[in-house]
């Protein structure tokens, strides 16, 4: 019996999941528009706010941040059933399986500096792919929209952190390794992204206090809280 998730509001989430044994289910504009529209029609039933995005072709990044406890758990249960009916049936598909591999992962990310990383993360991973020469042309992200190169894309909330007036740029710059794998750990693991103490107080609260621990990490070496994010982008590093 799966474990039930705690997603209590307030926080906010980096949310992903991936299309079943890594196919392409975004192949063209009209599967990337359909998405966005499941999207748009989620947040207008559900009280939660988007903060960022980036579709690509076999997955999908968002950044979530919900008001109350449970609206995550919901939200995205509608997202991934109405998308997968809706991608079945204009597929010709209905009753060939999954269209996704999973239920979706998640992590809570604490409101500062790891907040900027983890949007820096998301908002770069065309980039990164190596699709396009600058994270801005890829048309089906929050960034194309932010930079005003979409008019016709999804609305977001404010976030909860203000970005930097350089934000274009700090985003094109490729991330050090470090960062990635810590960023990368917490989508595997689940295990919240922030400050140490943040994130043992925030492990606890939401019964995540194994996933800071499953690293089996040897006697003498540094606690696992310490790994987390060390040094974290934050606004003062990055004006």
Sequence with gaps: MRARRQCPGGFVYHV??????????????????????????????????????????????LL??????????????????????????????????????????????????????VLRYIESNPLRAGLVSRSMFWRWSSLAIRQGIRKDGLSLADAPVSLPDHWLDLVDLHPNEGDLKKIERSIGRGCPLGDDAWTVQTASQMELTASLHALGRPKGRKKVSDTIFKKPINDNEIR
């Design 64 to 117: 979530l941040w919900p008001y109350h406890d449970g609206e995550l758990s919901v939200f995205m249960k509608w997202i991934t059933m109405t998308h997968s009916h809706r991608w079945n049936a204009a597929h010709g598909e209905t009753g060939f399986g999954h269209l996704y591999q999973g239920r979706f992962k998640s992590f809570p990310v604490q409101s500062n500096g790891h907040f900027l990383s």
């Design 16 to 61: 992903l999941n991936r299309a079943n044994s890594k196919r392409m289910i975004f192949e063209n504009a009209l599967d990337f528009m359909a998405f966005e529209h499941v999207l748009a029609e989620g947040v207008l039933q559900y009280p939660i706010r988007l903060l960022g995005y980036c579709i690509m072709s076999n997955h999908w990044h």
